[in-house]
C-alpha cells in the first residue's frame, strides 16, 4: 500500500512559479512511476507530468512541457513538481499519484493510476 500526501499549493500571480511537493510512505522505490495531475471545477482531470526510473524517464503534455519541471528523490521518498510561467489557466488540484507499472501509452490516464493524494490547491491570479 501507498499513501502520498502533497504540499505546497498555494495563490500565486501569473507569471510567478510554485513548487509542489508530494511525500511518498509505503513501497515507493524506484519501479514505481509517480505522476501529477490536476482537476480545475468542472473539467476532467488532466495528466501534468509522470517521472519513473529512479528519474530517468519523465513525461509530459506538450502543452505543459517547457514550463513544467517533475523530479523525484527516492531516498527521501519525495517527488516534486517546479511550474513556472504560471497562467490563470493553470488554476486547478493538484494530484500526486503513483502506480506499479508505467505503460507509456496509458501514462495520461487517470484510471490507469493506482494510488492518489488528497490534492493540493493551486490558484493563479491574473
Known amino acids: 500500500q501507498v499513501q502520498l500526501v502533497e504540499s505546497g499549493g498555494g495563490l500565486v500571480q501569473a507569471g510567478g512559479s510554485l513548487r509542489l511537493s508530494c511525500a511518498a510512505s509505503g513501497r515507493t522505490d524506484s519501479t514505481y512511476a509517480m505522476g501529477w495531475f490536476r482537476q480545475a471545477p468542472g473539467k476532467e482531470r488532466e495528466f501534468v507530468a509522470a517521472i519513473y526510473g529512479g528519474g530517468g524517464y519523465t513525461y509530459y503534455p506538450d502543452s505543459l512541457r517547457g514550463r513544467f519541471t517533475i523530479s523525484r528523490d527516492n531516498t527521501k521518498s519525495m517527488m516534486y513538481l517546479e511550474m513556472n510561467s504560471l497562467k490563470p489557466e493553470d488554476t486547478a488540484i493538484y494530484y500526486c499519484?503513483?502506480?506499479?507499472?508505467?505503460?507509456?501509452?496509458?501514462?495520461?490516464?487517470?484510471?490507469?493510476?493506482?494510488?492518489w493524494g488528497q490534492g493540493t490547491q493551486v490558484t493563479v491570479s491574473s
Open positions: 499519484a503513483a502506480r506499479i507499472l508505467l505503460q507509456i501509452a496509458t501514462v495520461a490516464s487517470p484510471d490507469k493510476w493506482d494510488y
